[in-house]
T-cell receptor, first 110, second 113 residues
């Protein structure tokens, strides 16, 4: 079993819809949680960073962490075609390396 | 504020050759991590350097090595290149821990022929 599980998709939704992306994990030591967006042939771009459980909102993006369920989510409101990309969850603890999910490919249909 | 800079952006090498990739982190960041990204394997962690010391290491053969300089710039080297080394090599910098607010460069796309 992988430490971090992420549905690879692909996921296609119409423009304006709310998108929900999720990751589950098995290591209860994880305490730092991130979401990255990666466009084709580009480096990943940090979207959201959260520490421990709770919600964090930034514009159209909301990150949720539920440590009791070992489950994190990223919500995108009012989705735009420019949101079409691969979304990667990542997590870590202490001075250990980041552990990534495999990424979910998202397409927003105009 | 300048981002993470990786050079070169593209490289084509022949099997058996060696290659050196460079990463300049964000100013003030002391942790630099390297990743290999391929369509089949996703993001694979290579190693992390902090204050010129390798702090974390992934499961790659000894052909993959790296170092960090006193100004936090980092290089990675791959010797005796194999076709399977063709990938996007990414570096990420963060202030001190490798797993908090890590920012990626645009990557170096290496093609081995």
């Amino acid at each position: 079993q992988k430490e971090v599980e992420q549905d690879p998709g692909p996921l296609s939704v119409p423009e304006g819809a709310i998108v929900s992306l999720n990751c589950t994990y098995s290591n209860s030591a994880f305490q730092y949680f991130m979401w990255y967006r990666q466009y084709s042939r580009k480096g990943p771009e940090l979207l959201m960073y959260t520490y421990s459980s709770g919600n964090k909102e930034d514009g159209r993006f909301t990150a949720q962490v539920d440590k009791s369920s070992k489950y994190i989510s990223l919500f995108i409101r009012d989705s735009q075609p420019s949101d079409s990309a691969t979304y990667l969850c990542a997590m870590g603890f202490g001075n250990e390396k980041l552990t990534f999910g495999t990424g979910t490919r998202l397409t927003i249909i105009p | 504020k300048a981002g993470v800079t990786q050079t070169p952006r593209y490289l084509i090498k022949t099997r058996g050759q060696q290659v050196t990739l460079s990463c300049s982190p964000i100013s003030g960041h002391r942790s630099v991590s390297w990743y290999q990204q391929t369509p089949g394997q996703g993001l694979q962690f290579l190693f992390e350097y902090f204050s010129e010391t390798q702090r974390n290491k992934g499961n790659f053969p000894g052909r993959f090595s790296g170092r960090q300089f006193s100004n936090s710039r980092s290089e990675m080297n791959v010797s005796t290149l194999e076709l399977g080394d063709s990938a996007l090599y990414l570096c990420a910098s963060s202030r001190d821990r490798p797993n908090t607010e890590a920012f990626f460069g645009q990557g170096t796309r290496l093609t081995v022929v």
